[in-house]
T-cell receptor
Framework: DGGITQSPKYLFRKEGQNVTLSCEQN?????MYWYRQDPGQGLRLIYY???????QKGDIAEGYSVSREKKESFPLTVTSAQKNPTAFYLC????????????FGEGSWLTVV | AQSVTQPDIHITVSEGASLELRCNYS??????LFWYVQSPGQGLQLLLK??????LVQGIKGFEAEFKRSQSSFNLRKPSVHWSDAAEYFC??????????FGTGTRLKVLA
């Protein structure tokens, strides 16, 4: 089955710690995204990548970093510089062709303890 | 400025009643329009999309939506709601570039 796999589902971070969220897709999509979701605020774009070895900052990139070394993988690191990291994180990829559509993974919960 | 507005934060309907969720957008180019559904703690699932052709589009789970260019709207409808439809619904707009704009969501509650 094709899809987007995010791991872990739940993650706890201590103050001052970096954590990495994994995102893997087997849909053969070129473009991948990371969104942050907070209650009542919809989805906000953190980073996106349109092709391997290239990525761009979204609207709220501060305190986050990404890499795109393989087409299938787009991991997100939440660094200690992110002051309010507790949120639900969604990875997505975009289909090619007419009506380019974003498809989402199941999400990862990050909580600061 | 590009934007998507979902005017209703919460909607409550009785099981078996009809449903309409509103979505208005502001977008300079011809938009691609989407509706997604999200159950608690889960990712977003695509219900339907419009990018050209017939302005009434059918989706999964018995949902449909109608694109009305003159009203800049893309409202989601279902003739008879089931208890399992209780979830949060997001409208989104794109244009074929990298950028997608999401509304803030409408939470649907279904009364038995």
């Amino acid at each position: 089955d094709g899809g987007i796999t995010q791991s872990p589902k739940y993650l706890f971070r201590k103050e001052g710690q970096n954590v990495t969220l994994s995102c893997e897709q087997n849909l053969n999509h070129d473009a991948m995204y990371w969104y942050r979701q907070d209650p009542g605020q919809g989805l906000r774009l953190i980073y996106y990548s349109q092709i391997v070895n290239d990525f761009q900052k979204g609207d709220i990139a501060e305190g986050y970093s990404v890499s795109r070394e393989k087409k299938e993988s787009f991991p997100l690191t939440v660094t200690s510089a992110q002051k309010n990291p507790t949120a639900f994180y969604l990875c997505a990829s975009r289909s090619q062709g007419p009506g380019n559509t974003i498809y989402f993974g199941e999400g990862s919960w990050l909580t600061v303890v | 400025a590009q934007s998507v507005t979902q005017p209703d934060i919460h909607i409550t309907v009785s099981e078996g009643a009809s449903l309409e969720l509103r979505c208005n957008y502001s977008y300079g180019a011809t938009p691609y329009l989407f509706w997604y559904v999200q159950s608690p703690g889960q990712g977003l699932q695509l219900l339907l999309k419009y990018f050209s052709g017939d302005t009434l589009v059918q989706g999964i789970k018995g949902f449909e939506a109608e694109f009305k260019r003159s009203q800049s709207s893309f409202n989601l409808r279902k003739p008879s709601v089931h208890w399992s439809d209780a979830a949060e619904y997001f409208c989104a707009v794109g244009s074929g570039t990298y950028k997608y704009i999401f509304g803030t969501g409408t939470r649907l509650k279904v009364l038995a």
